[in-house]
């Protein structure tokens, strides 16, 4: 269930890349928050500055200038080695690319995120295990990537994403690469997540059809934001 207190919030945001008659803005004066417990799609054409924006709110990137409050942290005051527990402990991260290792097995792969945070072998196959149950995997743990269909490799990743017990899931394209029916069964996983969990879910996606699942939907257009919709969930 959504709450009233705010995770996300970006005052301001400029970012811009190249000098003098080179410099373009990828973000121009952008404001917006997301609160605790939302499901926010962002959408956009190529080069509106949605993934500017997705790369800010994963940490992996900071502001030219304004503020990006996360969880009422500065952003901008952390130095990369706090930026990178910052990632590590509040946020899960699911790509259109899946991003799992080839020749490690699916068990393997989600206890990634937990030996960075170094948790104990028998804990960390213990809480893998209990991710991989809750996306309805737990039967393929040893199997390698290359045994699983494109959907299977995708929930892989949302437990990846989820083993850590993160605030925020960063969603990017993460159906892009699915069929449709691999796609709804995914996105029903993110929404479940969501509602279950109170996870915040904050996904790119050029789909109307998968930002339908979100419950507002923040639309890019030329580095500034062209429109924000609530929507009722599907």
Do not use: W
Not at 68 to 74: A, D, R, S, V
Not at 77 to 92: D, H, I, T
Request: aromatic residues 8%.
């Amino acid at each position: 269930m959504q709450s009233s207190k705010t995770i996300i919030e970006f005052k301001n945001i400029v970012k811009t890349y190249g000098e003098g008659d080179a410099k373009t803005y990828a973000l121009n004066g952008v404001n917006f928050s997301i609160k605790e417990g939302e499901f926010v799609a962002i959408m956009g054409a190529s080069g509106s500055g949605k993934s500017t924006s997705m790369n800010m709110i994963g940490c992996l990137d900071k502001p030219t200038s304004g503020e990006y409050l996360f969880n009422g942290i500065n952003v901008e005051n952390l130095n990369r080695n706090q930026m990178a527990l910052l990632r590590r402990n509040f946020l899960g991260f699911i790509f259109q690319s899946f991003n799992l290792l080839g020749r490690t097995t699916a068990l393997e792969n989600v206890e990634l995120p937990l030996v960075y945070r170094k948790i104990p072998v028998k804990k960390r196959e213990e809480l893998a295990l209990d991710a991989l149950k809750k996306v309805g995997l737990e039967s393929v743990a040893h199997h390698t990537p290359a045994e699983l269909s494109g959907g299977q490799q995708q929930r892989v990743a949302i437990a990846r994403a989820i083993v850590t017990k993160p605030l925020v899931i960063l969603a990017d394209e993460p159906t892009g690469n699915l069929d449709s029916i691999k796609s709804m069964e995914i996105m029903n996983l993110l929404k479940s997540f969501n509602e279950d969990f109170n996870i915040t879910v904050i996904m790119v996606t050029h789909e109307e059809e998968m930002a339908a699942f979100a419950s507002r939907i923040i639309y890019f257009r030329d580095g500034h934001i062209e429109d924000s919709l609530k929507k009722g969930y599907k």
